[in-house]
């Protein structure tokens, strides 16, 4: 009986940083077997990426390995990937291909899409012209791209974010690798784009007999494409198994704390576990439910809104530019309490709803009601004293804080704007208690952003905008980016402060298994129009309109 060999192998691999004593990555081993999809799992920071980035022969400089062997398998020839360089560069994109996270920084912008995925069939198999610019438009056709010619002669700005991560899956297949790793190629996706692009991956992984290694921290996601999986947690593998085993039958406690942190569509405790709660051998309990609110106040009356923006011209083309309408006749009520849940795709007017709702973004026409004035239209002191009690968290809390501003003096500044307590000092003791409230010590007062972790940055911009004590808080995609761990903490926190001081939220993501959870009622986005408003589980449980239906098929739990 022949054995055949894994067509890659990794021992006992460590990674360290220059100057950094401690390792990265310590001793992971594992291996891929052609055929097969092995999934990586953790939270930022675990070291998941760096293993990637080893394999290809892409590590930082700063970055070295201090041990291990990494070894590539194929037709019975092996060849050891950290001892050649002329190997590795002889496998990058003929027999090992990747999929970056991000798709935007990964394609050149000054190249069209279709020069840039020629370009190594040209140089790599010699290829005319002609061939591999029809081998790159059938592979647009198999990736389901829309109008394959113009998705070719487009640069990377002009398509959307699941356009573009088509054209880097393109690309990654069009040497025919042995080896394919997707490293978070589906974080940033909504939901239905992501379940399109993780099926179009396990079809060309089962036609082509690929072996592929998939880099995730959502383990919703792994379990639908993996055969198994290893868990990575603090650069040290604490897990590995078959899906089956690990997802039913996790054996360590972060793998436990991983699975039950996330929000499910069938369940809204209380709390959600972290991953802390395992970890300190806690049993949470699960089983208190956390009730719907049903507002009666009005805070907020929307009627008849209508936002335009200018479309893009080219450089040479004159006159009038084509108008895009983001928000078409919007009707909606928040109650003053509750927490409403705004759901719908990238480009469906989620963010341009929010952002009219706390007046950084002016309507066109309608009626925009705050406590029964209309606030549509009002600026100076007026506009100033309405943005007193309504607030927003912004989806990447790194852009929207000063990288050159300490942390306390931003939430200062937030105070002494709005004539927040009587003096310095008061206010000054007033930063640090909102810093210990949101889960920071009195030490991060001086730290700059760059200092803090992502799920620490978005507790920052909590802080800030709990600062004036407002009555409503728009929360824009404020955990789309984040770890499901980290994730579970901020909406613990969110729902916490809520009960606390009585908020109301307008919660928009494209999650709707955390929309659910947070959300009494739920409004759902489609084209710049408003297709359904109700009750969250009444949604859930009798979807009224298509394209609801679809947005929760495309779930993974």
């Known amino acids: 009986m022949t054995i055949t060999p894994p067509i890659l192998s990794v021992k006992e691999l460590t ?48 970055a070295t390995i201090r041990n291990g062997t990494i070894t590539y398998t194929d037709n019975q020839q092996q060849l050891a990937l950290l001892n050649t360089e002329n190997g590795k560069r002889h496998l990058r994109g003929r027999e090992i291909s990747m999929i970056f996270q991000e798709p935007m920084t990964a394609l050149n912008p000054a190249y069209t899409c279709g020069f840039q995925c020629t370009e190594g069939l040209l140089a790599i198999h010699h290829y005319s012209e002609i061939d591999a610019t029809e081998k790159i438009l059938e592979l647009f056709r198999q990736v389901d791209l829309p109008d394959p010619q113009r998705i070719f002669d487009s640069y990377p700005h002009q398509l959307s974010g699941g356009q573009r991560q088509r054209v880097m899956i393109a690309m990654a297949l069009s040497n025919d690798p042995k080896l394919l790793i997707a490293d978070e190629p589906t974080t940033a996706l909504d939901v239905t784009v992501q379940k399109d692009i993780l099926t179009l991956l396990k079809k060309a992984q089962e036609e082509r007999g690929m072996g592929m290694l998939f880099i995730t921290h959502d383990l919703g996601v792994v379990k639908h494409i993996a055969d198994r999986v290893i868990v990575l947690f603090k650069g040290k593998i604490v897990e590995q198994g078959p899906i089956e085993a690990v997802f039913y039958h996790p054996q360590n406690a972060y793998t436990k704390g991983l699975l039950a942190c996330r929000p499910t569509l069938n369940h809204r405790p209380q709390k959600l576990p972290t991953v802390a709660d395992f970890l300190e051998g806690e049993s949470p309990d699960s089983t208190e439910v956390r009730p719907r609110f049903i507002g009666q106040e009005v805070l907020f009356e929307i009627t008849n809104l209508n936002k335009w923006f200018e479309g893009q011209r080219g450089m040479f083309q004159f006159g009038k530019s084509k108008q895009f309408h983001a928000l078409k006749d919007i009707n909606l ?16 007017g989620k963010s341009t709803l929010g ?24 600026s100076g002191s007026a506009l100033r004293d309405f ?6 968290i912004f989806q990447d809390p790194y852009s929207s804080l000063q990288p050159r501003q300490t942390v306390g003096s931003a939430l200062l500044e937030v105070m002494t704007v ?40 978005q507790r920052i911009g909590i802080a800030r905008a709990i600062a004036l004590q407002p009555k409503c808080i728009v929360c824009d995609e404020s955990v789309s980016a984040l770890d499901v761990s980290v ?3 901020v909406l613990n926190l969110l729902n916490t ?4 001081y009585g908020f109301t939220y307008l919660f928009i993501s494209h999650d709707m298994a955390v929309v659910k959870y947070m959300s009494d009622r739920m409004a759902v986005m489609q084209n ?30």
């Open 15 to 62: 990674i360290g940083f220059e100057g950094n004593p401690n390792s990265t990555v310590a001793e992971v081993s594992f291996e891929v077997q052609p055929g097969e999809c092995v999934a990586i799992v953790g939270e930022s920071g675990s070291g998941k990426s760096l293993t990637s980035f080893a394999i290809m022969g892409l590590l930082p400089k700063q």
């Open 333 to 348: 009520t928040l109650y003053a309490g509750e927490s409403l849940g705004l759901v719908g795709e990238s480009g469906s």
């Open 355 to 378: 952002r009219c709702l706390v007046r950084l973004l002016k309507p066109e026409s309608g009626a925009l009601f705050y406590r029964g004035k209309d606030i549509a239209t009002i």
């Open 387 to 392: 943005r007193k009690e309504v607030q927003i």
């Open 418 to 457: 709005h004539n927040i307590g009587e003096s310095k000092n008061e206010r000054k003791e007033k930063v640090v208690e909102l810093l210990q409230q949101v889960g920071l010590t009195p030490g991060d007062f001086g730290k700059y952003p760059h200092q803090f972790s992502g799920g620490q940055r």
């Open 487 to 489: 994730q579970a903490q």
């Open 497 to 500: 402060l809520k009960d606390t």
């Open 528 to 557: 710049g129009t408003l297709v359904e408003v109700g009750d969250a589980d009444e949604m859930y449980l009798h979807p009224k309109t298509q394209y609801t239906k679809t947005l929760l098929a495309s779930v993974y739990e």
